[in-house]
C-alpha cells in the first residue's frame, strides 16, 4: 500500500526509516522474549482476601474447601485466584443479613459488585456455587434463603423491574413514568426475562 499512495521522495524515506526502526525493535524484542525459552516467568499473585473480621459472611465451610482444594494445586500460583474469588460474594456483597426468627423468614440483601442495588438476576447467579455447601452449613443456608425471600418481595412490590434498593431512599433515583407506576425503592426498571427466570432457579436449587 505504501508504493501504491504517491508520495514525495522526502516521504519515502521517512517511511523506509521508520519501518526499519520498527523492524530492528521487532528483533529486539523477539531476541529478549527467546533468548531462554525454557525461563520461567514468575508472577507472584497475591492473596485478595479481607480479614474474617471485615468479611461481610463468614462460612467456615467454604472456607475448609477452600483451604483442601487449593492444597492440590501443583502451583500455589495458580491456586491464589482461586481462592479470592470463590468466596468473594460472601466476603464483599452481603450488606445486609438477618437471621431466621421467631415468626420471621432470614432476610438478605446482595448488592453488585461496588452499586449499591441487588440486581435480581446477578444475586441469584452470585450465590449459586454456595449451594453445594448448604447441607453442611446451615448459617449459610439462611442466607441463601434470606436472599430469595427478599427477591421474592422484590418481585411482589414489582414484577417488571430488574434492580431495587435495600429500601426507599430519601430520594428516588428514577424519576421517568412507567405504567405501573414506579416505586421509590427500584433501582432499574427496565424488565428482563432472565431476572424471575433467575430467583426461579435458586429457589428451585437449593429447595
Not at 24 to 31: C, E, K, P, T, Y
Not at 107 to 115: F, P
Not at 123 to 142: E, G
Request: one cysteine or more; hydrophobic letters at 45%.
Amino acid at each position: 500500500i505504501f508504493f501504491w499512495l504517491p508520495m514525495k521522495p522526502q516521504g519515502w524515506r521517512i517511511v523506509c526509516c521508520a519501518l526499519l526502526v520498527a523492524c530492528f525493535v521487532a528483533a529486539a524484542v523477539s531476541g529478549a522474549v527467546t533468548a531462554n525459552p525454557h525461563e520461567r516467568l514468575e508472577v507472584v499473585i497475591p492473596p485478595a482476601r479481607p480479614p474474617p473480621a471485615k468479611r461481610t459472611f463468614n462460612s467456615t465451610v467454604v472456607d475448609s474447601f477452600i483451604t483442601q482444594f487449593t492444597a492440590r494445586f501443583a502451583d500455589p500460583q495458580l491456586a491464589v485466584p482461586f481462592a479470592n474469588t470463590l468466596p468473594n460474594t460472601l466476603d464483599t456483597t452481603i450488606k445486609a443479613y438477618t437471621p431466621l426468627g421467631v415468626g420471621a423468614p432470614p432476610d438478605t440483601y446482595v448488592i453488585t459488585g461496588d452499586l449499591d442495588c441487588e440486581w435480581l438476576r446477578d444475586s441469584a447467579n452470585q450465590v449459586w456455587p454456595y449451594l453445594r455447601f448448604v447441607n453442611d452449613d446451615a448459617h449459610l443456608r439462611n442466607m441463601i434463603a434470606g436472599v430469595i425471600h427478599r427477591q421474592m418481595n422484590y418481585l411482589v412490590q414489582d414484577a417488571y423491574a430488574s434492580a431495587f434498593h435495600q429500601k426507599d431512599p430519601e430520594k428516588p433515583t428514577l424519576d421517568f413514568r412507567r405504567v405501573p407506576k414506579l416505586k421509590p425503592i427500584i433501582c432499574q426498571a427496565n424488565w428482563e426475562l432472565d431476572s424471575p427466570a433467575a430467583v426461579l432457579r435458586l429457589s428451585y436449587g437449593l429447595y
